[in-house]
């Protein structure tokens, strides 16, 4: 599930800065809940951000029975608040509730990350500064506020942080991950191949391209310009804010990995990409002869290897990572995938255990991560989330040493 981020509106002008910040969390995947204060609204509208986040907009303890804010505490992962007024920091200091947004931020047990913006004259007042000091000490993170020129004509410290700057608060706070991959390119394949047999029929797999997707949200996560190659994968799996190349069947999927290899920072062949293919396929469904128990006869031919092609491409990525999916106990399959990480020349290949209700799907897996000389470099376990965040751990560490 996303991480849920309350976003608190104070009574600003700077609440236009405010729908960058919403706009961005959501393209990161996170959900967007925002409770703005009544005298917010004089400055942007419900209509700015009902149309953002597509959900209504409420700012009164009362508005919906009286039980929003209790509900929205505990939804949140994070309550932010920007831009936090010298009036909204006060109440916040006093925990007082007289409004949705404070009522939340009082009952939240999440971390709370508050973005000033006021006159210079309020900010430096000794009242601001002590409010300031005492919601520190109670660990809320307070992101200062930039120097330049205020709404008042007049020039000083007091302008609301960059949205950039507020949002890597928000994540930092989240616990995201680092941002290793600032600018870097990364191409990821996920999902299944379909081989047709006939207009109906295909020769298929069980991957649902959940590994590839999360792959592509860390990544994403991390500062990375993602390109996200898709075979027959559901809509809801598919992150935002990263480039999306629809790939069904195994010589499409070639076609879209080879034409981005020389941008590629970074290659992740995460999808189940199949080993053959029908030679022939019929123009019209395949039909059972009535008269006869006879099955038809299928002959097969072998695909194009996608991964040891990229891997011996004259423009490959710096770091080649690819992904073997075996069958067996854990020792065969340790063995299949060092022979296999031998022969494709990937940098890093993630050998996996499917079959019997392990590896496709949402359930929890185990990847044995070896190097190109089939040499065991780690064993990660947990959610594909999980063994995501622990991949690109050691891509971004090997993308590190190369630059050294």
């Not at 706070?173 to 081989?195: K, N, S, W």
Request: hydrophobic residues 45%; contains cysteine.
């Amino acid at each position: 599930m996303p991480p849920t981020v309350v976003v608190g509106v104070g009574a600003s002008i700077a609440a236009y800065k405010t729908a960058l910040v919403v706009r961005d969390l959501i393209g990161r995947g996170i959900d967007v809940i925002v409770a703005p204060t009544p005298d917010s609204l004089r400055f942007v509208g419900t209509a700015t951000w009902e149309a953002l986040t597509g959900r209504a907009v409420r700012t009164g303890v009362f508005d919906a029975g009286g039980a929003d804010h209790v509900e929205l505490a505990r939804r949140a992962d994070l309550v932010l608040i920007a831009p936090a007024t010298a009036d909204l920091l006060a109440r916040l200091r006093l925990g007082l509730g007289d409004s949705l947004l404070t009522a939340t931020a009082l009952a939240a047990r999440c971390p709370v990350v508050a973005a000033p913006a006021m006159h210079s004259a309020m900010w430096e007042n000794p009242a601001t500064r002590d409010n300031v000091a005492a919601l520190r000490r109670r660990g809320v993170h307070v992101v200062d506020p930039a120097s330049g020129a205020l709404s008042s004509g007049d020039s000083g410290v007091g302008r609301l942080a960059d949205p950039e700057v507020i949002v890597r608060a928000a994540l930092d706070a989240l616990g995201a991950p680092p941002r290793d991959l600032e600018g870097r390119r990364v191409l990821i394949t996920a999902g299944g191949t379909r081989e047709p047999l006939d207009p109906v029929r295909f020769l298929g797999n069980s991957s649902s391209g959940r590994q590839g997707c999360e792959l592509a949200a860390e990544a994403r996560d991390r500062g990375a310009q993602v390109t996200l190659v898709l075979a027959n994968v559901e809509p809801p799996l598919v992150p935002a804010g990263v480039a999306v190349v629809q790939a069904p069947t195994a010589a499409l999927m070639g076609e879209a990995v080879t034409e981005r290899l020389a941008g590629a920072d970074v290659l992740i062949m995460a999808a189940a990409v199949a080993d053959f293919r029908p030679a022939r396929v019929a123009e019209e469904k395949i039909r059972k002869d009535p008269d006869s128990d006879a099955a038809p006869v299928l002959e097969l031919e072998r695909t194009p290897d996608i991964l040891a092609g990229a891997a011996a491409a004259p423009d490959r990525p710096r770091v080649v990572v690819g992904f073997a999916a075996q069958t067996g106990d854990a020792p065969a399959v340790l063995a299949a995938g060092r022979e296999k990480a031998r022969r494709k020349g990937a940098d890093l290949l993630a050998v996996n255990a499917v079959g019997g209700g392990r590896g496709f799907g949402d359930v929890p897996t185990t990847v044995h991560l070896v190097d190109g000389r089939g040499e065991q470099l780690d064993v990660i376990s947990g959610t594909k989330r999980e063994v995501a965040r622990a991949l690109l751990d050691h891509i971004g560490r090997l993308l590190a040493t190369m630059a050294g």
